[in-house]
């Protein structure tokens, strides 16, 4: 592939207590094939305590410190210090692929697109619950990206139009979940923009490992759609059949029909307790309501 086309990107990492895990996204992004005068790695510490900023401080990048406990505003304070015209955002337990930014932003990108997105896939299978977590699909793009009403990224691996990102004022910082989904809406809705899905465009995660943290990210995807729903009550829609197809998906599990190849028997015999957790995380969460920052 010719480079000599490739955009300036920033990398901008928000993390919080990620001392552990870090470096291997740093080494990664480190190791990425693209030019270096047009790369850039913004690790954005948010009110670590232990040793975070540090173990970041061993790579190549920049460090800066966001004392709001907040994510979002996080990839906030990167995206205002980036030095280039595209911001990718990915996160501290995920690794990136060697030829990640090259794909995602290679060219052409038309004038429309305000925001390119890649592909979300497992960097590990120690546990059912992350094999489970892969078969359905619950943090590919593939899977998420087209929504039932506008499509939607997550941060683990998209890149925007940084002018456009300013101009919406970014992500807001007055919510904890969902903010990803809704600044997607917002860079449809009012940027007039297009989102560009780039599936060989691959960011690694490392998908939550127990039954308890399936529950607490299903918890936490319920409460981000109670904020959509409140946000977008006109566009943002609860069907019944939704809900019904819900249950012929416990169904289904319990037949083993998301196995063809069969798969660990183990898996099989767990996959309707999966669903169970996974879903009633997200009853839980959209009944408890949006879940806002101690500063709205």
């Not at 094939?33 to 009110?47: F, G, M, Q, T």
Request: charged residues 25%; positive net charge; proline residues 7%.
């Amino acid at each position: 592939m010719d480079t000599s086309d490739l955009p300036g990107v920033s990398v901008v990492v928000p993390v919080r207590d990620g001392a552990a895990e870090i470096g291997r996204l740093l080494a990664s992004l480190r190791d990425l094939d693209y030019p270096k005068d047009r790369l850039e790695v913004i690790v954005v510490d948010n009110a670590s305590k232990d040793g975070t900023a540090e173990a970041a401080a061993r790579f190549p990048v920049t460090v800066l410190r966001e004392p709001v406990p907040s994510s979002y505003a996080a990839r906030n304070r990167g995206a205002r210090a980036a030095r280039f015209p595209w911001v990718a955002f990915t996160d501290s337990d995920c690794a990136a692929a060697p030829d990640w930014l090259k794909v995602l932003l290679a060219p052409p990108l038309p004038d429309a697109v305000g925001a390119v997105v890649g592909e979300v896939i497992a960097l590990e299978a120690s546990t059912p619950v992350q094999r489970l977590t892969e078969r359905y699909g619950l943090m590919r793009h593939a899977v998420t990206l087209p929504h039932k009403e506008l499509p939607c990224f997550s941060t683990a691996n998209v890149a925007v139009r940084r002018d456009l990102l300013l101009r919406l004022q970014g992500f807001r910082q007055d919510v904890r979940y969902f903010g990803d989904m809704d600044l997607s809406w917002r860079l449809q809705l009012e940027g007039g923009a297009t989102l560009l899905f780039r599936p060989q465009a691959r960011i690694f995660h490392r998908h939550r490992r127990t039954f308890p943290a399936l529950w607490r990210q299903g918890v936490q995807h319920g409460r981000g759609v109670a904020f959509m729903k409140e946000t977008y009550p006109d566009r943002y829609h609860i069907r019944a059949g939704e809900q019904v197809a819900r249950l012929f998906g416990l169904a289904r599990a319990a037949g083993g029909a998301i196995f063809p190849d069969r798969g660990p028997l183990g898996d099989r015999l767990l996959a309707p307790v999966f669903l169970a957790f996974w879903y009633g995380g997200l009853l839980a969460g959209y009944l408890r309501g949006p879940a806002w920052t101690e500063g709205r």
